[in-house]
């Protein structure tokens, strides 16, 4: 069994770690909160004391961090992997970074003889705890399938899309359809609530055709109870779809709703609901209409 250096122990990292160790994996951590480190080393994991130390004990490395620049700063920065990683170690991140950053790291690592998978997640934190995330990983073929069953570990679902940076490419697309889908489910919502239709007859007529979604079965039922308690919070969907926005511009390709949906979450953000999970943005439409969709 390979060693493994897990960095980043928040909502999803824990859970994923904690998979890990039940599978038999030795593992060593490292977060910047000592308080999942600490239920870490008490589940039987090692503490490392920087990114750097984590990566001069492990074989694999993996990273489950919030966005580019903490990516950056673990890999790079001061007593980052690059000064412990030995030739022959993989880096395999999860974050859900911009693809560039991906393929910048990546070539970086590389003259290091550190191949690099990235490989974020689909899911959220029931998937995380149960082990059965959708895993979307970018990189060489021979890195994924040495990689694949430590992956299998965590996810249900482990596609390799292709090289370096379409992991976090195939990340993006997913997360504009499922900002697209809460907000629609939040402006239908809304609509049949003010025209006094009980919303969760709505939920329970449509379910089942072709407005019916993994989205609206996830997020209706929390809405019906006013249960915005994250699970996925709104600041991290601004944080994807600005890099989703930012990739369309390099690429030149337009992104007509992600724009709106990106400022109907700014709203949010600017109304104090920015750590609110994101089945929240309905609460936009319910403000504008003057109606809460919930259970009669
Ligand atoms: P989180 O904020 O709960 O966890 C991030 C962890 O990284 C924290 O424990 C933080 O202390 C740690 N960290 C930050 N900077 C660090 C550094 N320099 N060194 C070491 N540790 C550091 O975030 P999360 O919800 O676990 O999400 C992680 C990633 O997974 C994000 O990119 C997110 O977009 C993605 N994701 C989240 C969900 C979800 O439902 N929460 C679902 C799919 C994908």
Redesign the pocket.
């Known amino acids: 069994m390979k060693n493994i250096g897990f960095?980043?122990?928040?909502?999803?990292?824990k859970p994923m770690a904690k998979n890990l160790l039940k599978a038999g994996y030795q593992l060593i951590v490292?977060?910047?909160?000592a308080e999942?480190v600490k239920e870490l080393f008490e589940a039987g994991a090692r503490e490392g004391t920087s990114?750097q130390d984590v990566a001069s004990q492990s074989e694999v490395i993996i990273t489950?961090?919030?966005?580019s620049p903490?990516v950056r700063?673990?890999v790079l920065?001061e007593k980052g992997i690059i000064y412990g990683v030995k030739p022959g170690t993989v880096l395999i991140d999860?974050?859900?970074?911009t693809p560039l950053t991906s393929k910048e790291l990546s070539e970086k690592l590389q003259q290091k003889g550190v191949a690099m998978l990235d490989a974020?997640?689909?899911?959220?934190?029931p998937k995380?705890i149960e082990g059965t995330l959708a895993i979307m990983a970018g990189g060489p073929k021979e890195t994924f399938d040495m990689a694949k069953d430590i992956l299998e570990v965590m996810g249900a679902s482990v596609t390799r899309v292709g090289e370096i940076g379409s992991g976090n490419i195939t990340k993006l697309a997913n997360q504009i359809i499922v900002a697209l889908n809460i907000a629609a489910m939040g402006e239908a919502m809304v609509l049949a609530t003010k025209a006094g239709v009980d919303p969760e007859k709505v939920y329970q007529a449509i379910r089942g055709g072709l407005a019916g979604s993994t989205v609206l079965d996830a997020k209706m039922p929390l809405v019906l109870e006013g249960n915005f308690k994250?699970?996925?919070?709104i600041e991290?969907h601004i944080?994807?779809l600005m890099n989703a926005l930012d990739t369309a511009r390099e690429l030149n390709v337009p992104d007509i709703l992600s724009s709106q949906v990106m400022e109907i979450m700014q709203s949010l953000k600017a109304d104090g609901k920015a750590k609110d999970d994101h089945g929240g943005i309905i609460q936009y439409y319910e403000k504008l209409a003057k109606v809460e969709v919930r259970k009669e």
């Open positions: 960095i980043g122990l928040g909502i999803m990292g490292y977060d910047i909160n999942p990114s489950m961090l919030p966005n903490e700063e673990v920065g999860m974050s859900s970074i974020p997640v689909s899911g959220g934190e995380a994250p699970g996925f919070r991290l944080k994807d």
